[in-house]
Nanobody, 119 residues
Framework: QVRLVESGGGLVQPGGSLRLSCGAS????????MAWYCQAPGKQRELVAS???????NYVDSVKGRFTISRDNAKNTVDLQMNSLKPEDTAVYYC?????????????WGQGAQVTVSS
């Protein structure tokens, strides 16, 4: 069984910063891409940023230059540093990994972290 635990959400004023962290534990044999998604009220979950095992990153246009995704392959963690936050960044943020356990490859999701940007 693979488990993801997120931390770091909260309330921040516009222009502020937050750092989300996600740790994977359990019977993990290998991890491929790690990513962060967000889901705002009434909207579909969408990709925010992803990072490959080799460190190649991809960002949705709306966060480029403001958010930075990073991973620690030894610790099976992925972080999202969010700077210059805007009210439209308000959403629940979910970490996602593609991981191989003894039962094969599949996607795993964190429990979600609420990020609220408001004055």
């Amino acid at each position: 069984q693979v488990r993801l635990v997120e931390s770091g959400g909260g309330l921040v004023q516009p222009g502020g910063s937050l750092r989300l962290s996600c740790g994977a534990s359990g019977m993990i044999l290998s991890i491929r891409t790690m990513a962060w998604y967000c889901q705002a009220p009434g909207k579909q979950r969408e990709l925010v940023a992803s990072i490959t095992t080799g460190g190649a990153t991809n960002y949705v246009d709306s966060v480029k230059g403001r958010f930075t995704i990073s991973r620690d392959n030894a610790k099976n963690t992925v972080d999202l540093q969010m700077n210059s936050l805007k009210p439209e960044d308000t959403a629940v943020y979910y970490c996602n990994i593609g991981a191989r356990s003894f039962t094969g490859w599949r996607d795993y999701w964190g429990q979600g972290a609420q990020v609220t940007v408001s004055s």
